[in-house]
C-alpha cells in the first residue's frame, strides 16, 4: 500500500506530539511527583509529602511512621534523614556566609510547573532556632521540598546557651545551664550530639543571715529545710505554715505575693520568699502572676518539717528534703553548654546557616527580610519567605515589623507592656582549690541585700575543662539582676559590678582578694522573662496575630514564658512548631506549660530499625559499647549517669527485676517501637541466651524470641524454688516476696483465660528479641496489667512469673 504525502505527514505530526506528550508526563513524575508529592493548590508541604517514593532507603519506616501519623493516639514518629551516631561530617558553621540559593519563581500560566519551594527562615541560632532545624531535617525539609535558612546575627550558633573562654583559659557560660528534661526527643538528640558528659547530684543552697544575724547555708527548697534556721526564724516560719494548715485559702491568688501567703504563710514570705524573688525578678511579687510556678516552687508538708524539728532539737541529724526536677542533671565534658549547641548545630547542613546576618526589617505583607550582612563591610539584601520562624524578644520583633495593618502598632504597643530585667554575669577565676564550704555545692542562693547577685554557682565543679588546670584552679560565676529601668547607671556598670561581686564574696569568707586571677563580665539585655500580671493577656492577644501572618515566635523571649524556658523547654517549642506547621500538629509545650512539665513526654521518636533494652543494676557494660548508639539502658542502680554516652539512659526506682525494664520500655513506647527490640540483663548474655545480638535479631525476625526449653511449663501454682536459691537472695539483702496470687492466676488474668492444659513454652534467664508485629499480637493494655505486678518490690515473685510469660507472650 502505498500513502500519499498528506497521510505520511499527519502520521509525522501526530507522532512527534505523541512523543512530546510521553517525555513531559515523564519529567513531570520525575521531577515532582516522586519528589515532593506537593500538587497545585497546596501552598504549604503536608507531612505524608516528606515519605515520598523517592527516600526509598527509608521505605520500611516510611510506612510506619505514615500510618502512627494517621492513628488517633497522636503521636509523631519520624523518618531519621541519616542513621543516628552516624558522622555526618558536615562542617562546623562559621562566620563565613555561605552563598544564597536563587530564589525560586511560581510561574502561575504554566500548570506543568512545579510548585515553588517553600521557603522556612528561622532567625535566630539558639536551642529554640535550633529545635526547629532539627525537626526539619528529620523530617527531610530542606531538600527539593523546601529552602531552609537560618539568619543569626552573631558568628557561631548558641544563642542565650553559648560559652566563651576568656584569654586565662577560664570558660563561663551565660548563667547557669544545667541538662535535666522532661523530652525523650530532646535527650535522645543531645545524646547524639555530644558523646561525653559530666553527670551530677543538685546540691543547691541558699545562703543567707537569719535573725540572730549569723550566716548560714540552708538547703534547697529552703521552705523544706527550716530545720536549719536559727530558732526565730524556724518558729516564725512555722507558726506560718500551721496557721495555713488550719485555715486554708482556697481562693485563687490575684497575684504571684498571694500565692506565696496560701502556700507558705507570712513567716516563711518574710524570712526568705519576698526578699529572694524580689532580688531575683527585680519587681515586688505583688507585680506578677501566679500561673507560671508549677513544678518551680515545692509546697512543703507541715508533719515532716516538724518531725525534722524535733530531730535537730534531740540532736539528731536530720536529712535534708530534696525536690525539684533537676535533682540529677548533666553537663558536658568539654566546651560548656556552648558546646553542646554547637555540635547540634553539626548535625543539620551547614549551607542552612548564615552567620553575621543580622535582620533589620520585616514587610510582613510582602513576606520580605531586609538583612545586613557581613562584619566590617557591610552589605544588605532581602530575603523572601513563606513561614517565619522568630526567637527574637518580642519587644523587639515586632518594632522590626512593617505593614500596613493598622493593627501593627497596638501589636508594638502590647510587646513593649511586656516585663524583663538586665542580666549581668560576673566571672571570677581563682587560684589554690575550693574551699571545703563550697567544694560540694552546685550553686547558692543569695536573698540579701549585702551581696549584689542572687545566684553563684561553683562552676569549676561542673567539669574540669572550665579551668585552664584542673587542681590549680576553680571559678565561681555570679549572676546579678538589673531592674528593666534604673535611675543609677553608675551602680549598674561593668566595673562596679566585678568590683561589689568579689567584695561581696570576700565578706563571706569565700575567697580572698589575692586568688583572683581573671575577670569576665557579659551584659545580657534581656535577661529574665518576668511573668507580670498582664503577661497572658498581652501573649493572647499578640500571638495569635503573628500566627494569621504566617510567623511562629517562639523561645524564652520569643514566647516570653519562663515556665518553659529551660533549655528542653525551649528547643521542643522549636520542635513542636514545626510540627504544627508542617502536620497541624497541637503544639503542647508554649501554650500548656503546667501540662508539659508534670510529665516526661515520650511521643516523639527518632525510630530504629532495632534497639537494645537493657535492664542494668551495677554490671560492667563495656561489651555494648559496639552497639551504644542503638541502645537504651534503664538502670535500677545508683550511677548517677552512664559509663559512656548511649542512645538512652534513665534512673527508675529498683522495683521488679529485669520485667519491669521491659514493660516500662513496652508500655511507653507500644505504638512508637523499633522494627526489633531486644531485650536484655546487663549481664552481657549470661545463662540460656543467644550468645550475640546478630543471632537475637535474626531469630526475632524467625518469630522466635528466645531459647525455650524442650518441656512444657505446667506448674500453675507459686514457683517452689530451691531452698539455696532463696537463700542467696537473703545474704544479698533481697529477699524474695512472695506472690498472693499463683501463677496460673495472674496468667487468668492477663490473658482473660485459664492456663493451657498441656501448659505453655518456655525459656530462663530473660534474654529475648521480639519484633513490633510480636509485641502488638497483645494490646497495650495487657503490658500495663503485666506492669503492676511488678512495681512494688526490687524482688517480686511475679517478676519471675514473667520470666516464664515471655515466650508465649511474643510468640
Not at 553542646?340 to 505583607?365: N, Y
Request: charged share 25%.
Amino acid at each position: 500500500m502505498v500513502l500519499n504525502m498528506n497521510t505520511s505527514f499527519r502520521l509525522f505530526v501526530l507522532l512527534v506530539v505523541f512523543l512530546i506528550v510521553l517525555t513531559t508526563e515523564i519529567a513531570w513524575k520525575l521531577d515532582v511527583g516522586f519528589s515532593t508529592g506537593i500538587g497545585p493548590g497546596n501552598a504549604r508541604p503536608k507531612i505524608n509529602s516528606i515519605f515520598s517514593k523517592s527516600n526509598s532507603s527509608n521505605s520500611n519506616f516510611s510506612k510506619t511512621a505514615r500510618d502512627q501519623r494517621t492513628s488517633n493516639q497522636g503521636y509523631i514518629t519520624v523518618v531519621p534523614a541519616e542513621e543516628p551516631g552516624k558522622d555526618r561530617s558536615h562542617a562546623v558553621p562559621n562566620a563565613t556566609p555561605v552563598p544564597r540559593p536563587p530564589s525560586v519563581t511560581d510561574d502561575k500560566n504554566n500548570s506543568h510547573e512545579p510548585k515553588k519551594q517553600n521557603r522556612i527562615v528561622i532567625i535566630g541560632s539558639g536551642p529554640t532556632a535550633l529545635g526547629a532545624a532539627k525537626r526539619l531535617y528529620d523530617l527531610g525539609q530542606g531538600k527539593n521540598n523546601s529552602v531552609i535558612t537560618i539568619l543569626e546575627e552573631l558568628g557561631r550558633p548558641g544563642g542565650l546557651a553559648s560559652s566563651t573562654r576568656d584569654e586565662k583559659g577560664f570558660l563561663w557560660d551565660v548563667g547557669v545551664h544545667v541538662v535535666f528534661s522532661h523530652y525523650t526527643y530532646f535527650d535522645r538528640v543531645l545524646n547524639m550530639a555530644v558523646p561525653e558528659w559530666n553527670y551530677r547530684r543538685r546540691a543547691s543552697f541558699a545562703f543567707m543571715k537569719g535573725s540572730d544575724d549569723k550566716r548560714r547555708f540552708i538547703p534547697y527548697p529552703v521552705q523544706n529545710n527550716i530545720h536549719v534556721m536559727d530558732k526565730i526564724d524556724q518558729q516564725k516560719s512555722l507558726k506560718g505554715l500551721e496557721e495555713i494548715t488550719k485555715n486554708p485559702i482556697t481562693r485563687k491568688p490575684k497575684n504571684f505575693d498571694e500565692w506565696l501567703l496560701q502556700k507558705f504563710g507570712v513567716g516563711l514570705a518574710d524570712v526568705f520568699m519576698r526578699k529572694y524573688n524580689r532580688k531575683i525578678w527585680t519587681v515586688d511579687t505583688k507585680e506578677m502572676n501566679s500561673a507560671w510556678v508549677g513544678e518551680r516552687v515545692a509546697v512543703p508538708d507541715i508533719e515532716e518539717i516538724k518531725t525534722k524539728i524535733k530531730e535537730v532539737d534531740n540532736g539528731i541529724e536530720a536529712k535534708d528534703s530534696e525536690w525539684g526536677p533537676n535533682r540529677f542533671f548533666r553537663f558536658p565534658k568539654y566546651n560548656g553548654t556552648g558546646g553542646i549547641w554547637q555540635s547540634v548545630a553539626r548535625m543539620l547542613p551547614s549551607h542552612w546557616f548564615r552567620f553575621h546576618e543580622k535582620v533589620t526589617g520585616i514587610d510582613i505583607d510582602r513576606k520580605i527580610i531586609t538583612v545586613e550582612a557581613g562584619t566590617d563591610s557591610k552589605t544588605h539584601y532581602t530575603l523572601e519567605y513563606d513561614t517565619l520562624f522568630s526567637t527574637v524578644p518580642l519587644d523587639v520583633f515586632t518594632s522590626s515589623l512593617q505593614s500596613k495593618d493598622t493593627s501593627l502598632e497596638q501589636m508594638r504597643q502590647l510587646a513593649s507592656q511586656l516585663v524583663y530585667t538586665h542580666t549581668h554575669i560576673v566571672g571570677v577565676g581563682l587560684t589554690g582549690h575550693l574551699p571545703k564550704d563550697l567544694a560540694d555545692k552546685s550553686w547558692v542562693y543569695f536573698p540579701d541585700s549585702d551581696s549584689p547577685f542572687y545566684r553563684v554557682t561553683m562552676f569549676s565543679n561542673y567539669s574540669d575543662d572550665h579551668v585552664p588546670k584542673s587542681g590549680a584552679f576553680w571559678s565561681l560565676m555570679c549572676e546579678i539582676a538589673e531592674p528593666q529601668k534604673n535611675s543609677n547607671p553608675a551602680y549598674w556598670s561593668k566595673e562596679n559590678l566585678i568590683k561589689e561581686s568579689i567584695q561581696a564574696l570576700v565578706l563571706y569568707g569565700f575567697i580572698t582578694a589575692d586568688m583572683v586571677v581573671s575577670k569576665h563580665y557579659r551584659l545580657l539585655d534581656h535577661g529574665y522573662p518576668v511573668p507580670s500580671l498582664k503577661r497572658d493577656m498581652l501573649l493572647d492577644t499578640i500571638q495569635p496575630w503573628l500566627k494569621t501572618k504566617d510567623i511562629y515566635s517562639r523561645g524564652r523571649f520569643g514566647g516570653w514564658r519562663y515556665e518553659v524556658a529551660n533549655q528542653d523547654h525551649s528547643f521542643m517549642q522549636g520542635v513542636e512548631a514545626v510540627d504544627k506547621i508542617l502536620s497541624d500538629v497541637q503544639e503542647l509545650t508554649y501554650p500548656d506549660p503546667n501540662l508539659a512539665n508534670s510529665k516526661k513526654n515520650t511521643d516523639r521518636t527518632i525510630p530504629l530499625d532495632y534497639e537494645i533494652v537493657i535492664a542494668h543494676y551495677n554490671e560492667n557494660l563495656d561489651w555494648l559499647k559496639l552497639y551504644a548508639n542503638r541502645t537504651l539502658v534503664y538502670s535500677h542502680g545508683n550511677d548517677l549517669g552512664p559509663p559512656f554516652q548511649f542512645y538512652s539512659w534513665e534512673r527508675l526506682k529498683n522495683v521488679g527485676r529485669e520485667a519491669h525494664v521491659y514493660l516500662t520500655h513496652i508500655t511507653t513506647y507500644y505504638d512508637r517501637l523499633a522494627d526489633v527490640t531486644v531485650f536484655l540483663q546487663g549481664d552481657n548474655f549470661r545463662g540460656r541466651c543467644f550468645k550475640s545480638v546478630p543471632q537475637t535479631i535474626a531469630n526475632a525476625k524467625k518469630g522466635v524470641p528466645c531459647r525455650r526449653l524442650r518441656n512444657w511449663y505446667t506448674a500453675w501454682g507459686n514457683i517452689n524454688f530451691p531452698q539455696w536459691y532463696l537463700d542467696g537472695f537473703k545474704k544479698k539483702n533481697i529477699p524474695m516476696l512472695r506472690a498472693n496470687r499463683t501463677l496460673g492466676e495472674v496468667y487468668q488474668d492477663l490473658w482473660g483465660s485459664p492456663p493451657p492444659k498441656p501448659g505453655i513454652r518456655y525459656c530462663w534467664n530473660a534474654c529475648l528479641g521480639a519484633t513490633k508485629a510480636m509485641i502488638h499480637k497483645h494490646p497495650l493494655e495487657l503490658y500495663q496489667k503485666a506492669l503492676g505486678y511488678v512495681s512494688t518490690y526490687s524482688n517480686q515473685e511475679e517478676a519471675h512469673y514473667l520470666e516464664r510469660f515471655w515466650f508465649h507472650m511474643f510468640t
